[in-house]
């Protein structure tokens, strides 16, 4: 019986079937379109959700900040020195490597370009500076600990050793001493 009527209706050749044949299109479209922007109603829910939840969790973190904490933390942050400075702070690091009765046998300060030359700018610039030096491992300890304290100074690579001539603990480091 029902391939009676599909055989039926297929030989129809009248406007009933025509119209029947686009609404049955435009039915199978329309659901089609319902289905993606259903799927798209769905994922923008979920998009604001999350981001409603990065909201409420962005908000307590609000509230919970402490400002002064903040402040007193950004004040004892070591910040780079300033361009005309930089040999300035070189000195102070060599001093501070004296101030702990360590002999220093060689130093190579790193020529500190002029802030914006030299092609590509930086954001910060640095100059580099190697010291060979020689002392007690106590009191190397103590330079090493007090070395990147005062300035915005960085040691990039450090090689420790015996010194061939005296025997005593041979240190070198290089540092930059960063700059604006």
Request: hydrophobic share 45%; proline share 2%; net charge positive.
């Amino acid at each position: 019986m029902i391939k009676m009527m599909l055989k039926q209706y297929s030989e129809d050749k009248s406007l009933f079937r025509k119209n029947m044949d686009m609404a049955l299109i435009l039915i199978v479209v329309g659901l089609v379109a319902i289905y993606f922007l259903n799927s798209f109603r769905v994922n923008m829910i979920a998009s604001y959700s999350q981001q409603y939840e990065q909201s409420v969790a962005s908000q307590a973190w609000l509230e919970e900040f402490d400002v002064s904490a903040n402040k007193k933390l950004l004040n004892n942050m070591l910040k780079p020195a300033a361009y005309e400075n930089v040999e300035l702070v070189q000195q102070a690091q060599l001093d501070l490597i004296r101030k702990n009765r360590l002999t220093i046998l060689n130093v190579n300060k790193g020529a500190a370009p002029a802030p914006g030359t030299g092609g590509k700018k930086k954001k910060i610039q640095y100059a580099e500076t190697s010291v060979t030096l020689t002392g007690a491992w106590n009191d190397i300890v103590a330079c090493l600990n007090e070395f990147e304290k005062n300035h915005l100074v960085v040691i990039n690579n450090l090689h420790l050793g015996t010194n061939p001539r005296s025997g005593q603990i041979e240190l070198q480091i290089k540092f930059r001493v960063f700059y604006i």
